[in-house]
């Protein structure tokens, strides 16, 4: 069932949200806790910069399930290099917590960031 207007700003109000790769080296179903945020109706999960396995994971395997509000997401990961965005991303108010972490040039070029693409 597709997601509906209503659905997506339901979901997008809820911060934390739990996800599920498949692990690059083993095969297996990896969950984590994560934060994610909604941009310009994109749904963005970033981090500081620095090693993530949910993010080699998806590079491996762009599929991912996205756990939130009691339904399990079918979803594929986009990675964000375009640094305009990046920029603009870690600048916004949703984002401001990123800014107390690392310098903004360092959070643009090096924070690992993907967008949510629902199935």
């Known amino acids: 069932m597709p997601l509906t207007p209503p659905d997506l700003d339901r979901i997008a109000s809820i911060r934390t949200v739990d996800i599920t790769t498949i692990g690059r080296k083993s095969g297996m179903p990896r969950r984590l806790e994560i934060w994610w945020f909604r941009v310009d109706g994109r749904f963005i999960i970033s981090g500081t910069p620095g090693r993530r396995d ?7 395997d762009p599929t991912l399930i996205v756990h939130v509000d009691g339904r399990d997401l079918a979803a594929t990961a986009d990675e964000i290099t375009d640094p305009g965005f990046r920029r ?25 960031m993907i967008e949510i693409v629902f199935s």
């Open 54 to 60: 949910w993010l080699a994971n998806l590079k491996a």
């Open 88 to 112: 603009q991303f870690f600048t916004g108010p949703s984002a401001i917590w990123y800014a107390t972490q690392a310098q903004l040039e360092r959070l643009v070029e090096k924070a690992p």
